[in-house]
């Protein structure tokens, strides 16, 4: 079983990197671009059976490593 | 005393460190390896400046959980001093010795300079060398110092006199431009609930030699050193 996490920043955190990006795609003429959010996608290969059970492993890892829950927000994606 | 520095893959200032503890000790301090699970006995644990693990993730955020790291929460826990210095700050953070979290600086520039810094309070091991609000001067080198918490969290410091430093303009008013990387509230340092962890992003140990430019690093080891006898 396959896993994606998505981390984001949560909103209202400063994302100096995602203004940057905002910028660059703004000098290179793509307007009518809002505001921008940069995160991270983190794959995981798992051998967990059920994918319950890997959904709750999985959130125990962004809770303790994968994210930092101060700024960070994560969503879980499974597949077979 | 006895001291520990410990020392991860990508630290860069465990040596400053040590030469200067060891200046102000009169003898070197234990370099403990992360892998190890074990300390020696120590009055005083650094965790020291530097890049561990390449910031991969999120800078401090592997280091947090080195094996050398469960036994700094449980010593600090009892109440060993930690003195935790800029990558040492970050990993203090991520391992849940001090609240928040340091981000990628407001700039998204690696700044290395000198700076000054409000001491707003002097009550602790590491900062009674000072008076509060004296300013004092010292470098920083960090792309990830940019300070952020809660604002419940940041209130909490603040009423519970838990913030040690805050960047300020040499005059000692809090400024912008006087903030090298955008921390929230100009945070620069904070205690954990006791004030026996400190961490803070500026280097005390790259002011611990007149011929680097000051001694206002050396005074504050030595008076560490010195209160732990």
């Known amino acids: 079983m396959k896993a994606k996490v998505h981390i984001t920043l949560k909103p209202g955190v400063l994302d100096p990197q995602g203004k940057a990006i905002g910028r660059a795609l703004a000098s290179l003429g793509f307007s009518g671009v809002g505001e921008v959010r940069q995160g991270k996608l983190i794959e995981l290969d798992l051998q967990a059976d059920d994918a319950e059970s890997a959904r709750v492993e999985v959130r125990a890892m962004c809770d303790k490593l994968l994210a930092n829950t101060v700024i960070e927000t994560y969503t879980i994606d499974l597949e077979p | ?229």
Not at chain 2, 33 to 56: C, Q
Not at chain 2, 73 to 99: D, Y
């Open chain 2, 1 to 229: 005393m006895k001291a520990a520095v410990v020392v991860f893959p990508g630290s860069n200032c465990d040596r400053d460190v040590r030469v200067a503890l060891e200046a102000s000790m009169g003898r070197p301090p234990a370099m403990v390896w992360h892998a190890e699970s074990t300390l020696p006995e120590s009055d005083l644990i650094v965790l020291p400046g530097g890049f561990s693990y390449g910031d991969y993730l999120r800078s401090g955020a592997m280091a947090a959980h080195a094996p050398a790291m469960r036994e700094v929460v449980a010593r600090a826990k009892a109440g060993v001093p930690v003195l935790a210095i800029c990558n040492g700050f970050q990993i203090a953070t991520e391992a849940g010795l001090l609240p928040g979290l340091l981000m990628s600086n407001a700039s998204l520039r690696f700044v290395c300079k000198d700076v000054h810094l409000r001491v707003e309070h002097s009550q602790s091991l590491f900062t009674d060398c000072f008076r509060a609000g004296q300013v004092v001067r010292m470098p920083v080198a960090h792309r990830d110092g940019n300070y952020f918490a809660e604002a419940e969290v940041l209130d909490a410091l603040e009423d519970e006199d838990r913030i040690a430093f805050r960047y300020c303009t040499p005059a000692g008013e809090l400024a912008d431009g006087a903030n090298p990387n955008g921390s929230i509230r100009s945070i620069a340092g904070i205690f954990n609930e006791t004030r026996t962890v400190l961490g803070m992003m500026p280097h005390p140990e790259r002011l611990a030699d007149a011929e680097l430019g000051g001694e206002d690093g050396k005074t504050m080891l030595d008076r560490i050193v010195a209160a732990l006898g």
